[in-house]
């Protein structure tokens, strides 16, 4: 039974630690796809320049 507090607040500092991590996961996740999508379309408007100035 000595344990047990133990397990409760270990319990207790995981979903404490979770639920903060959460959303910086969240924010990082998102920052990941925004700077991959970014990189695309400049990347596709980089191209798009490149042909249209080759073309004239």
Same mark, same amino acid.
């Given at each position: 039974?000595?344990? %047990?507090? /133990?397990?409760?607040? !270990? ?5 404490? *630690?979770?639920?903060? &991590?959460?959303? $910086? %996961?969240? /924010?990082?996740?998102? !920052? ?5 999508? *970014?990189?695309?379309? &400049?990347?596709? $408007? ?11």
């Amino acid at each position: 039974m000595i344990f %047990a507090p /133990i397990i409760i607040t !270990g319990i207790a500092f995981a979903i404490i *630690a979770f639920t903060l &991590i959460q959303p $910086i %996961a969240t /924010i990082v996740l998102w !920052g990941f796809i925004g700077s991959w999508v *970014a990189a695309l379309i &400049i990347s596709a $408007i980089y191209i798009f320049v490149k042909t249209k100035r080759s073309q004239q």
